[in-house]
């Protein structure tokens, strides 16, 4: 499963991103958007337990929330 997040041109500061699933899916690509970075690597989504992303403006990237 690839997910690639939104470009930095078309995000704002604390905007939110989540992906969930009701499997566990071990062969996971998170790709950042044009602009921004990810911290950290995300490649694994446990079923039923979401992975929660905040784009920090200052960092231009998407962290854990």
Do not use: E, H, R
């Amino acid at each position: 499963l690839t997910v690639t997040l939104p470009a930095a041109a078309n995000i704002v500061d604390g905007q939110t991103f989540s992906i969930y699933s009701s499997q566990t899916v071990t062969a996971l690509t998170v790709t950042p958007g044009s602009g921004t970075t990810l911290t950290p690597t995300i490649t694994t989504v446990t079923a039923a337990a979401p992975i929660k992303l905040i784009y920090n403006q200052q960092a231009t990237a998407w962290q854990l929330f």
